[in-house]
């Protein structure tokens, strides 16, 4: 009877885990361009109507063209995700161009949700990323090379040279996110405790006090 029950529960088992293995877990239609609209849900954006989807929902012309850098870290990030290209929904991978003023950087930051691929257009650039046993791996790149960052590692960007750089990056996620880690830290909202901050910095409430009034949002 033992043996019975054993073989029962061992076909059954085989039977399931042949349907896991058989399963498809790619979407089952051609297309789910984004309804944006609607927000997110679960783990994506609902689909819209075929009726309303267009070749424009496919396309965008935004990272053509160098963007305009005027900010204090010389950097600027175009993004050609889902928010952008609806037609990205549910498809897994993204865009984005990064283009660096002389001495700009991409600062020290994390996307949690993908792998992150830079391809060199123009420039020069110093990059990196931190693994989780604080090694840092680090390579100074030319136009046409290329250099992958793990998911979910801290990496930046610095552009050395006295002349603009520039990047195409490429994500496996429709919607990476990106965590910079001093905004994130310094311009939290509700704040970040000054008592917590200053015990991870090793410094005063001074110290910290002026780091977050670089943070804050510029009065019109």
Do not use: W
Not at 12 to 23: D, E, L
Not at 36 to 52: A, I, Q, Y
Not at 92 to 102: E, F, M
Not at 204 to 216: D, L, R, V, Y
Request: aromatic letters at 8%; proline letters at 7%; charged letters at 15%.
């Amino acid at each position: 009877m033992a043996h019975t029950a054993l073989l029962s529960y061992l076909l059954v088992f085989s039977a399931i885990s042949a349907a896991c293995v058989a399963s498809d877990p790619d979407m089952l239609q051609d297309v789910c361009v984004a309804d944006t609209s609607s927000g997110p849900k679960l783990n994506g954006f609902p689909c819209k109507p075929d009726t309303n989807v267009s070749a424009a929902d496919f396309f965008f012309a935004g990272i053509a063209n160098p963007g305009v850098v005027n900010n204090s870290l010389g950097s600027l990030v175009t993004a050609a995700n889902v928010e952008k290209v609806p037609g990205l929904n549910t498809l897994g991978v993204s865009l984005s161009r990064i283009d660096y003023a002389p001495e700009g950087l991409n600062p020290p930051h994390t996307h949690p949700r993908a792998t992150e691929v830079v391809f060199v257009l123009e420039g020069e650039l110093d990059v990196g990323f931190i693994t989780t046993s604080n090694k840092l791996i680090s390579k100074s790149l030319k136009k046409g090379e290329v250099f992958v960052f793990p998911r979910g590692l801290l990496h930046f960007q610095k552009n050395n040279g006295k002349k603009p750089a520039a990047v195409i990056a490429a994500f496996n996620s429709q919607l990476p996110g990106t965590q910079s880690i001093a905004a994130t830290l310094f311009s939290a909202t509700p704040a970040v405790p000054d008592n917590v901050l200053t015990k991870a910095f090793q410094v005063g409430t001074k110290e910290i006090e002026k780091i977050k009034s670089k943070f804050a949002p510029k009065k019109a």
